[in-house]
């Protein structure tokens, strides 16, 4: 089954700086198989059983450990989790809005309590809009000074570790470990055709729910 790890502050404000061929081949050592990575903010997808073996989850903090002098925060979802967070279109029309920005904050257990909702962050103008498992649905909007709240402000008060990816990233990570895997499987099965190309006017891809 395909796994995405959630890396927490991977090369983020010059903290924890690392390759992406480095973190791939710290994946590696630990036992994973088919790893690859998404852009540089520390997604790492991978092949291992449906459920966690927990001597995998300490291999992989064990190799990260050495390679960045600390253990990040990590958050593993599998490939059909994330489909299914993105089926259910959970910011609903609020992705057409330009003045916004969408995250999900991956928390790496359900919370033992759930606070009320919604949660708001005045100063740094964020809200929790929707708490989903071990997801958080988080919107955030302009401040005065122009810029846009981090978005773990408004879930560490939850006491859980977690890391936030913009909803488009979200879809993207999605899009892109179908495309690595088909190629994959075309790969080992030279003989599957590829993918036949819509016709005109079809629409082709994955319709991205982000701006």
């Known amino acids: 089954m395909t796994h995405v790890a959630f890396l927490r502050a991977i090369n983020v404000g010059g903290r924890a700086v690392v390759k992406m061929t480095d973190l791939k081949a710290a994946f590696e050592r630990a036992g994973c198989s088919r790893v690859q990575t998404f852009i540089a903010s520390g997604n790492v997808l991978f092949d291992a059983p449906a459920r966690l073996p927990p001597v995998l989850r300490q291999r992989i903090a064990t190799e990260l450990v050495t390679l960045l002098g600390m253990e ?6 599998t490939l059909g989790e994330i489909e299914a967070l993105i089926e259910a279109a ?31 962050v ?17 919107v955030s909007r302009r401040k005065p000074n122009g810029m846009y709240g981090f978005p773990n402000a408004c879930v560490e008060a939850i006491g859980v570790v977690a890391t936030s990816r913009n909803w488009n990233t979200v879809t993207r990570v999605a899009a892109f470990a179908r495309q690595a895997r088909s190629a994959m499987r075309r790969c080992a099965d030279p003989a599957e055709p590829a993918p036949a190309r819509p016709g005109r006017g079809a629409r082709a891809g994955i319709r991205s729910r982000a701006s």
Not at 72 to 77: A, H
């Open 72 to 77: 990040p925060g990590i958050c593993y979802r």
């Open 90 to 120: 959970p910011f609903g029309a609020l992705v057409s809005d330009r003045a916004l920005k969408l995250y999900v904050a991956f928390m790496d257990r359900v919370p033992a309590r759930v606070p009320k909702l919604p949660v708001l």
């Open 122 to 138: 005045e100063k740094e103008r964020l809200e929790i809009i929707a708490i989903r498992a071990a997801d958080v649905l988080i």
